[in-house]
T-cell receptor, first 113, second 114 residues
Framework: AQKITQTQPGMFVQEKEAVTLDCTYD???????LFWYKQPSSGEMIFLIY??????QNATEGRYSLNFQKARKSANLVISASQLGDSAMYFC??????????FGTGTSLTVIP | DAMVIQNPRYQVTQFGKPVTLSCSQT?????MYWYQQKSSQAPKLLFH???????NEADTPDNFQSRRPNTSFCFLDIRSPGLGDAAMYLC?????????????FGPGTRLTVT
């Protein structure tokens, strides 16, 4: 069975500080993709960043970076210089080569002014 | 702009009364997904299409069916909605059978069952 685990139901961060959201995964696939999505209270799912299982370098997209440790099966999201608009639910997800996507339970991030 | 559209945004149906949710896309993507997301929970994959190839998740109830008449449209049919089926239903698309491609999500349809 494929499984995504996010152990932090809620996180708080001071504005302008960095925060790390944890994600571990379990799969027997050799090829897979790891994604982070943001879901504000409005409900839309917003793609943030992607890491392929064969990528050797950690992915970065602006203020978002993904700390990929394949041997530990972890794919943590780092948000630098937090902004008030970053307050939202954050989901880690995995895509299998069969096109199935599985999501973690999410982390609610609150940015404090 | 190319996008994923879901109609309606809000749907109210009665217990046991069949309901259909629709999704359309202008991205010409091969893969379309339906997810169920209950309050404060992760999206749960119900099924997906790769072109016309239907792929059902093992734990998706038989009450949920889907149709994809062409590349652009995909429908979710709930044959006999129960109170437990009240949720946000998200449609998403992806461009090819490759682990590298992100999903593009529609805004969702919030289903209420009375």
């Amino acid at each position: 069975a494929q499984k995504i685990t996010q152990t932090q139901p809620g996180m708080f961060v001071q504005e302008k500080e960095a925060v790390t959201l944890d994600c571990t995964y379990d799969t027997s696939d050799q090829s897979y993709g790891l994604f982070w999505y943001k879901q504000p209270s409005s409900g839309e799912m917003i793609f943030l960043i992607y890491q392929g299982s064969y990528d050797e370098q950690n992915a970065t997209e602006g203020r978002y970076s993904l700390n990929f440790q394949k041997a530990r099966k972890s794919a943590n999201l780092v948000i630098s210089a937090s902004q008030l608009g970053d307050s939202a639910m954050y989901f880690c997800a995995m895509r299998r080569s069969s096109n199935q996507f599985y999501f973690g339970t999410g982390t609610s991030l609150t940015v404090i002014p | 702009d190319a996008m994923v559209i879901q109609n309606p945004r809000y749907q109210v149906t009665q217990f046991g009364k069949p309901v259909t949710l629709s999704c359309s896309q202008t991205l010409n993507h091969n893969v379309m997904y339906w997810y169920q997301q209950k309050s404060s929970q992760a999206p749960k994959l119900l099924f997906h299409y790769y072109d016309k190839d239907f792929n059902n998740e093992a734990d998706t109830p038989d009450n949920f069916q889907s149709r994809r008449p062409n590349t652009s449209f995909c429908f979710l049919d709930i044959r006999s909605p129960g109170l437990g089926d009240a949720a946000m239903y998200l449609c998403a698309t992806s461009s090819r059978r490759d682990s590298g491609n992100e999903q593009y999500f529609g805004p969702g349809t919030r289903l209420t069952v009375t």
